[in-house]
């Protein structure tokens, strides 16, 4: 079946723009993860939604930050006001009902703040 | 000190060889063991899976888990050029979501 899917995946933007960064997770995945990679980092966790729940922001990084998921599907993950220490690759996973762990990633998105 | 520790590498060895990755960990409260292979500019991929102590064998790989010493290892017998990648570790909680992942171990395997 289709794995995870993200777009864009590539995102050239200038200082100061919004830019919005899209998951779909696979069907049936009730869990959904972004995470954010950069250059010779590991991943870091930044936020994690489950069913209906509130969903755990506790790793985003500032304000600017904010991700929603609509229908307990599609996620979209916001960044607003881009500086260049944003630039990264944001990887969303999902996960099946009672299997947190194991989680199954997108390809990503390469975020470049110019 | 970070919750799982991963030596970055680069690692390269000749096709053929046994490779040994590893990782530590802090939070004796992890009992769910990952390792994930990410090739360039993709997503990474679940390779192994394991729960509490012991091992697990899949093909060519083999996941350790010593929970006594908080050290978690990955062994690829017979390597090939295709294992090329980098390997990350994770570890999560019983009943938790989170899954703290280590920087990762970049492996090159010579032809």
């Known amino acids: 079946g289709a794995g995870v899917s993200q777009s864009p995946s590539n995102k050239v933007t200038e200082k100061g723009k919004d830019v919005e960064l899209r998951c779909d997770p696979i069907?049936?995945?009730?869990?959904l993860y972004w995470y954010r990679q950069s250059l010779g980092q590991g991943l870091e966790f930044l936020i994690y939604f489950q069913g209906n729940s509130a969903p755990d922001k506790s790793g985003l990084p500032s304000d600017r930050f904010s991700a929603e998921r609509t229908g307990g599907s599609v996620s979209t993950l916001t960044i607003q006001r881009t500086q260049q220490e944003d630039s990264a690759v944001y990887l969303c996973a999902s996960s099946p009902p009672g299997l947190a762990s194991e989680q199954f990633f997108g390809p990503g998105t390469r975020l470049t703040v110019l | 000190q970070k919750e799982v520790e991963q030596d970055p590498g680069p690692l390269s060895v000749p096709e053929g060889a046994i490779v040994s990755l590893n990782c530590t960990y802090s939070n004796s409260a992890f009992q769910y063991f990952m390792w994930y292979r990410q090739y360039s500019r993709k997503g990474p991929e679940l390779l192994m899976y394991t729960y509490s102590s012991g091992n697990k064998e899949d093909g060519r790989f083999t996941a350790q888990v010593d929970k006594s010493s908080k050290y978690i290892s990955l062994f690829i017998r017979d390597s090939q050029p295709s294992d090329s990648a980098t390997y990350l570790c994770?570890?999560?909680?019983?009943?938790?979501?989170?899954?703290?992942f280590g920087a990762g171990t970049r492996l090159f395997v010579k032809a």
């Open positions: 994770a570890c999560g909680n019983t009943g938790g979501f989170k899954t703290i």
């Open positions: 069907s049936g995945h009730t869990a």
